[in-house]
């Protein structure tokens, strides 16, 4: 059974930083393409930055220069480090997971991925 399990969110000011962890478990997570997608009050699930299983990253404009997706294979967790953080980036964090080798780009929409966690809240005051 597919599990990822989002933490590392909280409060913070702007111009601040959150470190994102996602711990997956139930299956071969070196094969997946992994990514972090965002929910804010009101708006559509957005696609934040995607980690195909080949290596490839792709972000979103939005966060291109503030973010920074990583994953360790040996211990089936990704990583979301967000810096230069604006009450804008206000959300939930997703963790998910696709089994398929999808195009890069579209690996930043919300339809590419099969699995999915339960999300951890990213608060930005301003």
């Known amino acids: 059974q597919v599990q990822l399990v989002e933490s590392g969110g909280g409060s913070v000011q702007a111009g601040g930083s959150l470190r994102l962890s996602c711990a997956a478990s139930g299956f071969t997570y070196e094969g997946y393409s992994m990514g972090w997608v965002r929910e804010a009050p009101g708006k559509e699930r957005e696609g934040v930055a995607a980690l195909r299983s080949d290596g490839s990253i792709r972000y979103a404009d939005y966060v291109k220069g503030r973010f920074t997706i990583s994953r360790d294979n040996a211990k089936n967790s990704l990583f979301l480090q967000m810096n230069s953080l604006q009450p804008e980036d206000t959300a939930m964090y997703y963790c998910?997971?696709?089994?398929?080798?999808?195009?890069?780009?579209?690996?930043?929409?919300?339809?590419?991925?099969?699995?999915w966690g339960r999300g951890t809240q990213v608060t930005v005051s301003s």
């Open positions: 998910a997971a696709s089994k398929y080798s999808r195009v890069i780009g579209l690996l930043l929409t919300r339809a590419a991925y099969e699995y």
